[in-house]
């Protein structure tokens, strides 16, 4: 698909139905005012949904801004440098300016601290009224969890759970689908909206970057790019050697390792498969 072909998506992961979902592409240096003004009518409640995609050194590659039947999907031009001429600005400032720190939108994404900073340390973008849609998890739920998209998103009753896990399964990467990229940044927008979110909303804080230091928010950005890339580098199964001496009493498995002669310690999504003898595949 080429970058500029606008295309229509249907949203499947709230159960009632909605209209479809006109999504239109742009690299950055081909936006004018003209365009992000006609993106921001469409959303006169002045909520904006708002999802990235990453690259494989964790940099920004695509931001999807979202209304209620509209997706402004911005491709970011690495050779581009701003241009702060007041009569023609780059596009790159316009998207700075005009969305990012305009008062008129409140800006909410799933990851909101992650998305903050990749704006400082990739594009030297601030923003202004940014909300993180993870801080509504029930307390005890781990922002990274899966009840807690679910919370965010409305709750169980009104969303397709397996939906919602294929549409967050490749976690803002680069192997994520554009299309997943917008449909991401549109349920960031309907779930911001929902009558149900809306006093969930109004107690999240508010994030503005523009109130932080420099030498702050770049220190905080990095670490949090460090982390990133570090998780991903984390292998997705690791293979333990066990003793094929086992038990399994009122369905808990009681597994030796041979080679560090401890227990293997039990998590929440270890999986055991028949494989060769001696062995233990444990999905971390």
């Not at 709230?14 to 009518?41: G, M, N, Q, S, V």
């Not at 990851?111 to 509504?136: E, H, K, N, P, Q």
């Not at 679910?150 to 969303?159: K, R």
Request: hydrophobic share 40%.
């Amino acid at each position: 698909m080429r970058p500029d072909a606008p295309f229509t998506i249907f949203q499947d992961i709230y159960k009632t139905a909605h209209p479809p979902i006109r999504i239109t592409p742009y690299t950055e240096h081909r936006l004018t005012p003209d365009i992000i003004r006609e993106f921001l009518a469409s959303a006169p409640q002045g909520v904006i949904g708002f999802a990235p995609a990453y690259g494989r050194s964790c940099m920004l590659s695509v931001l999807a801004f979202a209304s209620s039947e509209r997706v402004l999907l911005v491709y970011i031009d690495r050779g581009s440098v701003p241009n702060y001429n007041k009569d023609r600005p780059s596009g790159r400032v316009l998207l700075h300016d005009l969305i990012l720190c305009a008062e008129t939108h409140a800006k909410y994404s799933f990851r909101m601290d992650v998305l903050a900073t990749a704006l400082f340390l990739d594009l030297g973008f601030r923003i202004a009224r940014g909300v993180d849609l993870l801080s509504a998890a029930r307390p005890g739920d781990s922002r990274h969890s899966l009840s807690a998209m679910m919370t965010a998103l409305g709750g169980d009753a009104g969303v397709d759970k397996p939906k919602v896990i294929g549409l967050f399964r490749h976690d803002e990467d680069v192997c994520a689908p554009i299309a997943h990229v917008a449909l991401q940044a549109w349920a960031a927008w309907r779930a911001a909206t929902l009558e149900s979110n809306i006093q969930k909303m109004t107690e999240i804080p508010r994030m503005d970057t523009r109130e932080w230091s420099e030498p702050r928010l770049d220190a905080l950005a990095k670490l949090i790019r460090e982390a990133r890339r570090l998780a991903q580098q984390k292998p997705v199964r690791v293979e333990n050697e066990v003793d094929s001496e086992f038990s399994c009493t009122e369905g808990k498995l009681s597994v030796t390792s041979t080679r560090y002669k401890t227990r293997i310690l039990a998590s929440h999504n270890q999986v055991g498969r028949r494989g060769p003898p001696h062995t233990h595949n444990r999905q971390s």
